[in-house]
């Protein structure tokens, strides 16, 4: 069963170690020590904290189409060149890059600090597990 460090369990919500530690003093996660002394979270108990606490969705409410997956976030960069536009979007821990007609940059009036969500509809999705560290 996998464990996780407060560090590592507050990277993969997207908030600081102090909510962690806050959500464990008010008994919404439960931090255990493991064999080495260490304080951790049981990897079921973080998935279950990350469906109840951190809903992906909060920021902005998600547009009604057949897209199942939204990314709401803030543009943070914008590359145009003649016909087509690089849009970034920071949506809590994760990047999400968008490729899109210059056109379509310009009507929807994307420019770095706008509140942005970016859809995804994919048939592929792969998944990894993260490399071991050294």
Do not use: C
Not at 68 to 73: I, K, Y
Not at 83 to 103: K, N, W, Y
């Amino acid at each position: 069963m996998p464990y996780f460090r407060i560090s590592e369990a507050a990277r993969l919500l997207g908030v600081s170690d102090d909510s962690v530690r806050r959500w464990a003093d008010q008994e919404r996660l439960s931090i255990v020590q493991d064999g080495a002394g260490r304080m951790v979270i049981d990897g079921v108990e973080l998935a279950r904290v990350a469906q109840q606490l951190v809903p992906s969705e909060a920021a902005l409410p998600a547009p009604a189409e057949s897209a199942r997956n939204h990314f709401p976030g803030l543009v943070t960069s914008v590359r145009k060149d003649g016909v087509m536009a690089q849009v970034e979007i920071q949506a809590g821990p994760h990047r999400v890059v968008s490729l899109m007609s210059r056109e379509a940059a310009e009507e929807l009036g994307l420019d770095v600090g706008v509140a942005a969500i970016a859809s995804v509809k994919a048939t592929n999705v792969v998944v990894d597990l993260p490399r071991e560290r050294p």
